[in-house]
């Protein structure tokens, strides 16, 4: 399973883009690229998964450069809201087999007003 | 659609004593996952199943077990408690064609 790094902490302004990114060297070639986000005492919630290139919706937007090391989650005009632990993790999501959730430590995204 | 759902939400135990957690899926999906979440160790895999066959599983001793039924309900069993268990445990389920994973709200269990 692929190992991911990310920043432990991050502060951010009401209103301001965020950009979170992750490390990945060890990316597979059927790896994709899926974020959660969490709240205390709360399950992990999905965001926003990608193979290649950019993804976009509602929430975020994730870009992956072409060699797959590293992606960046973007968060647009954050609000108080958006504080909360974000996970990234890479994993086979073909469906080819069984899939097994690695958890990093995750980005503490803290918003402030 | 409703989403995943874990019950009980809290529960209050003893050492020693055994607990079991359940977990309903998302309706049709057949792949369910379970989690334990601590302040010290983070989320960590148990194990997941697909079918009511365990399909994979993590590093966890063998008083954590589980099993599906055919419905694709989950239960997951702790045995002789230790304090040690104390954690919020998190069930995720999935379709299995994309195995994105989306989780339930987790069951908080304190051991006394």
């Known amino acids: 399973l692929a190992k991911t790094t990310q920043p432990i902490s991050m502060d951010s302004y009401e209103g301001q883009e965020v950009n979170i990114t992750c490390s990945h060297n060890?990316?597979?070639?059927?790896?994709?690229i899926t974020w959660y986000q969490q709240f205390p005492s709360q399950g992990p919630r999905f965001i926003i998964q990608?193979?290649?290139t950019k993804v976009t919706n509602e929430v975020a937007s994730l870009f992956i450069p072409a060699d797959r090391k590293s992606s960046t989650l973007s968060l647009p005009r954050v609000s108080l809201s958006d504080t909360a632990v974000y996970y990234c993790?890479?994993?086979?999501?073909?469906?080819?087999?069984?899939?097994?959730?690695?958890f990093g430590k995750g980005t503490k995204l803290s918003v402030i007003p | 659609k409703a989403g995943v759902t874990q019950t009980p939400r809290y529960l209050i135990k003893t050492r020693g004593q055994q607990v079991t957690l359940s977990c309903s899926p998302i309706?049709?999906?057949?792949?369910v996952s379970w989690y334990q979440q601590t302040p010290g160790q983070g989320l960590q895999f148990l194990f997941e199943?697909?079918?009511?066959?365990?399909?994979n599983k993590g590093n966890f001793p063998g008083r954590f077990s589980g099993r599906q039924f055919s419905n694709s309900r989950s239960e997951m069993n702790v045995s002789t408690l230790e304090l040690g268990d104390s954690a919020l445990y998190l069930c995720?389920?999935?379709?299995?064609?994309?195995?994105?994973?989306?989780f339930g709200p987790g069951t908080r269990l304190t051991v006394l």
């Open positions: 995720a389920s999935s379709a299995g064609n994309t195995d994105t994973q989306y």
């Open positions: 060890n990316i597979a070639t059927n790896d994709y």
């Open positions: 990608g193979y290649k």
């Open positions: 993790l890479v994993g086979d999501s073909s469906g080819a087999g069984s899939y097994q959730l690695t």
């Open positions: 309706s049709g999906h057949r792949s």
């Open positions: 199943y697909f079918s009511e066959t365990q399909r």
